[in-house]
């Protein structure tokens, strides 16, 4: 194995567990600047973890084994698909571990996990936000493997690498139904997250919340690794939009000269997701979670118009 | 991908054009907000006289640009206009469509749209025309207008549904052989505004009759 590309690999995996917080700190400050409001500093999601890490345990006396095992599995499945999507190079040793239908299985595996740990102690809270990201999960994902097919169709692989390559380094040509599966991608992204239009991230409103309701009972660096895995999971959602619909700027080689480069346009593109992130936050409101097979059903219809778009529009006939 | 590089960018902006177009002929169909509707149905005509103005630079076809430009005065402005006018009359600004689940809607417009591309398929064949892949998307936005028609119960959606398949029929009609003779689409256009005029008088008789503008009141005609 080629020991430049190895450290890369590492490199990349030391970036996005820094930059994930520092993403999600840049998104509650955007959010509070469209908001009016006074914006915490940047770093205040590494202070939370400092102190969720410095804090004890508490555990509910009725909780199994799975409900300590599960932050660390789910810190686990994030952290990888964070080393798998290519973002500094698409050549890195850890790549072909696993395509985009795998990624998806990575997620769910991940999901499956937390909505255990949900129900595990018992508690009707967390039974609730279980069933409820069970039903987000079970319509966004086939809406997410559509998008995923639309990029695959196009480059003729399902795996990351060889679909960022062929879509970055091709002669400019106008995909319409990239444009679809990209609107498909992040409504399929926004309802994953938890972010606002289904989920409300920063409430403990039993009404509305989901991601909220089954973490509820975990405590100290338990809930440390939780929430750091969920700024994890929103990196890896924008790496994975950048590299599917944004691929400018992430090299082939791995080389110092292709990182160097990669990095800048990186960052500019984290910063710009991240505003337009907040931006939707901002602009739209909290929806009915009876509405949210509405909004889901609405992406998968629109991941599914981009492969019929590219069928008759983009097929050599 | 080959084919596809081929074409020149106006063609490959045409067919985003396209796109966008079946984008908002879903949007159309799944709207429940009766001025929302009327703002996407403008949006659809700005779109449809965007790519009539492009392939008119691209082909040099003259009479073309006054398609366009009937477009653009006729469903841009006069046509939500006139709808806007007519929905502040009848006050009916507020009216949300009780529509019948609208995933299931959805589901069916997929289908729709799958039978609209390959019905058109052999038909893109046979035209010699730049345009010709977005025959396909023309027909499945009639169809779309069409379905939008039999799901909704309110009398203005329905109307504009019907203005919406003749925003699809004008496009098929570019795609294919780029553009109806002059005389018959200043007719069609002629035969739209006098449409939307009568439809007018008649949304005001179907209220003053049954104090609303759903459709279904008007299977009980007969006296009882």
């Known amino acids: ?317 | 991908m080959s084919a596809l590089s081929a074409l020149p960018l106006s063609g490959q902006i045409i067919n985003l054009l396209a796109a966008v177009l079946l984008l908002i002929s879903f949007a159309m169909l799944v709207q429940r907000r009766i001025l929302s509707l009327i703002d996407l149905f403008a949006a659809q005509g700005a779109v449809l006289c965007l790519s009539t103005v492009l392939v008119a630079v691209t082909t040099g076809q003259r009479h073309l640009y006054f398609s366009a430009a009937i477009t653009l005065v006729l469903k841009v402005v006069l046509l939500p206009w006139i709808l806007h006018r007519l929905i502040r009359r009848l006050n009916v600004k507020w009216d949300v469509e009780g529509l019948i689940n609208i995933p299931t809607t959805m589901l069916v417009g997929i289908v729709v749209v799958v039978v609209a591309f390959n019905l058109a398929l052999p038909i893109s064949q046979l035209a010699g025309t730049l345009t010709r892949p977005t025959l396909g998307i023309a027909l499945a936005t009639v169809l779309l207008a069409f379905l939008m028609m039999i799901t909704r119960s309110k009398a203005v959606p329905q109307v504009i549904g019907f203005l919406s398949m003749e925003n699809g029929l004008f496009f098929a009609a570019t795609s294919a052989t780029y553009g109806m003779p002059m005389v018959v689409e200043m007719g069609i256009a002629l035969d739209v505004l006098i449409g939307m005029i009568i439809f007018g008088v008649f949304f005001f008789q179907i209220r003053t009759q049954f104090d609303s503008l759903d459709i279904s009141h008007l299977e009980q005609l007969k006296e009882k």
């Open chain 1, 1 to 317: 194995m080629n020991p430049a590309a190895l450290t890369l690999q590492l490199l990349e995996l030391v970036m996005a567990l820094l930059l994930a917080p520092l993403l999600m700190g840049w998104v509650n400050q955007c959010r509070a600047w469209t908001q009016n409001r006074k914006a915490p500093p940047i770093t205040q999601p590494f202070r939370l973890l400092a102190k969720l890490f410095e804090k004890d345990v508490v555990l509910a006396y009725n909780a199994s084994s799975l409900f300590r095992f599960v932050p660390y599995m789910l810190f686990a499945c994030m952290a990888l698909v964070c080393v798998i999507v290519p973002v500094l190079s698409t050549d890195l040793p850890f790549s072909p571990a696993a395509d985009v239908i795998a990624l998806v299985g990575i997620f769910a595996l991940a999901r499956l996990f937390i909505a255990l740990a949900g129900m595990d102690v018992g508690t009707a809270f967390g039974g609730l936000g279980s069933r409820r990201e069970m039903l987000i999960g079970f319509l966004a994902e086939p809406a997410l493997l559509m998008v995923f097919f639309t990029a695959s169709l196009i480059s003729r692989s399902t795996a990351l690498p060889t679909i960022v390559e062929s879509l970055a380094h091709r002669e400019f040509v106008i995909y319409p139904s990239l444009a679809f599966a990209g609107v498909a991608f992040i409504l399929v992204s926004l309802a994953e997250n938890a972010r606002i239009p289904v989920d409300n991230p920063t409430t403990h409103l039993e009404l509305t919340m989901i991601h909220e309701a089954m973490i509820l009972e975990y405590s100290g660096r338990h809930l440390a690794l939780i929430e750091w895995a969920a700024a994890l999971k929103l990196y890896a959602y924008f790496s994975l939009g950048f590299g599917l619909f944004f691929p400018w700027g992430i090299p082939q080689g791995t080389g110092v000269g292709n990182v160097a480069m990669a990095l800048p346009a990186l960052l500019l593109k984290l910063a710009a997701g991240g505003f337009l992130l907040a931006l939707i936050e901002t602009l739209s409101a909290k929806m009915r979670v009876f509405r949210a097979p509405e909004f889901l059903g609405m992406a998968f219809l629109l991941a599914v118009i981009g492969m019929l778009v590219h069928m008759l529009l983009e097929v050599p006939a």
